[in-house]
């Protein structure tokens, strides 16, 4: 079933996702060389306490961290650690999340350590993270949950292809429903599966991670003895992005970015929902 949020639901959403955009911020500005990933999710506790909130991340199912720090070939769920230490060059997806009042953030960004990286990288983020805003566009009401995977899928494939000849759909793992969980129904493929149908139709308080998932190669992926941490088949280096967007009645709303969006959608011709904490 998806859970329909009321108007101040939403608001409560909005604060949990502005505490996930101070943790995207302070984690971003350490993601230096030499910094551990486990320098990272301290970061994000502190984030999470100053703001008095709660990690959703920390215990679910077992999960050992605060946030998920995805190191170069590792799509997803990476956990933080003193032994992986950033160096020159490497691209990181830190994944993270929070909770007011029991209702979830969730959001996810790629970011680059350093310098001297490979320009198809910068590419491979820049097609994951414009994906991800042509599928927020989508999120209108009238519209299925396949109108937002056509539209990541679509722009992925429109795009010129790196020079592994194609950009890898990670197809294992998507984006979700949100609300008094993390992980909620609908699962929301990042590419148009036939099998699966259109969806539930978007109304007006419908909340969903939006979450695009791409490697400079294959869509297949594997899982390492810890469990969690998933790794590309080849080898190939992946990006991450994710935003948590409600729909409310007038359009939607990015819960996770600190301008709700208002900027990014503008230039796709969207008018976001006034932010209701402004």
Same mark, same amino acid.
């Given at each position: 079933?998806?859970?329909?949020?009321?108007?101040?639901?939403?608001?409560?959403? &909005?604060?949990?996702?502005?505490?996930?955009?101070?943790?995207?911020?302070?984690?971003?500005?350490?993601?230096?060389?030499?910094?551990? @990933?486990? $320098?990272?999710?301290?970061?994000?506790?502190?984030?999470?306490?100053? *703001?008095?909130?709660?990690?959703?991340?920390?215990?679910?199912?077992?999960?050992?961290?605060?946030?998920?720090?995805?190191?170069?070939?590792?799509?997803? %769920?990476?956990?933080? !650690?003193?032994?992986?230490?950033?160096?020159?060059?490497?691209?990181?997806?830190?994944?993270?999340?929070?909770?007011?009042?029991?209702? %979830?953030?969730?959001?996810?960004?790629?970011?680059?350590?350093?310098?001297?990286?490979?320009?198809?990288?910068?590419?491979?983020?820049?097609?994951?993270?414009?994906?991800?805003? +042509?599928?927020?566009?989508?999120?209108?009401?009238? *519209? &299925?949950?396949?109108?937002?995977?056509?539209?990541?899928?679509?722009?992925?494939?429109?795009?010129?292809?790196?020079?592994?000849?194609?950009?890898?759909?990670?197809?294992?793992?998507?984006?979700?429903?949100?609300?008094?969980?993390?992980?909620?129904?609908?699962?929301?493929?990042?590419?148009?599966?036939?099998?699966?149908?259109?969806?539930?139709?978007?109304?007006?308080?419908?909340?969903?991670?939006?979450?695009?998932?791409?490697?400079?190669? @294959?869509?297949?992926?594997?899982?390492? +003895?810890? !469990?969690?941490?998933?790794?590309?088949?080849?080898?190939?280096?992946?990006? %991450?992005?994710? %935003?948590?967007?409600?729909?409310?009645?007038?359009?939607?709303?990015?819960?996770?970015?600190?301008?709700?969006?208002?900027?990014?959608?503008?230039?796709?011709?969207?008018?976001?929902?006034? $932010?209701?904490?402004?």
């Amino acid at each position: 079933m998806v859970e329909i949020k009321t108007p101040e639901q939403i608001a409560k959403m &909005r604060e949990a996702g502005l505490v996930v955009a101070a943790i995207h911020e302070a984690t971003r500005a350490a993601a230096v060389p030499g910094a551990s @990933t486990k $320098d990272l999710d301290d970061v994000a506790r502190k984030v999470i306490a100053d *703001h008095g909130a709660k990690s959703n991340f920390l215990g679910y199912g077992g999960f050992p961290a605060t946030i998920c720090t995805s190191v170069n070939d590792i799509v997803v %769920h990476g956990i933080p !650690d003193r032994e992986t230490v950033l160096k020159d060059g490497d691209i990181i997806s830190i994944d993270a999340g929070a909770i007011v009042d029991g209702w %979830h953030g969730d959001a996810a960004f790629t970011a680059f350590v350093g310098t001297g990286h490979d320009p198809e990288l910068y590419e491979l983020s820049r097609v994951t993270e414009e994906s991800m805003w +042509a599928g927020i566009a989508a999120v209108r009401k009238g *519209h &299925r949950l396949v109108d937002i995977s056509k539209a990541i899928e679509g722009y992925i494939r429109r795009q010129p292809r790196p020079a592994s000849g194609k950009y890898g759909i990670i197809e294992d793992y998507g984006g979700h429903g949100i609300g008094t969980q993390m992980h909620m129904d609908p699962h929301l493929l990042n590419y148009v599966s036939k099998k699966r149908g259109k969806g539930p139709r978007l109304v007006s308080g419908f909340c969903i991670a939006i979450e695009p998932m791409v490697s400079l190669g @294959t869509a297949k992926t594997h899982v390492l +003895a810890d !469990d969690w941490t998933v790794k590309t088949d080849d080898g190939t280096w992946s990006s %991450h992005w994710e %935003h948590s967007v409600a729909l409310t009645e007038e359009g939607p709303l990015v819960l996770t970015a600190v301008d709700g969006g208002k900027a990014k959608l503008a230039e796709l011709g969207v008018e976001t929902a006034p $932010d209701p904490l402004a």
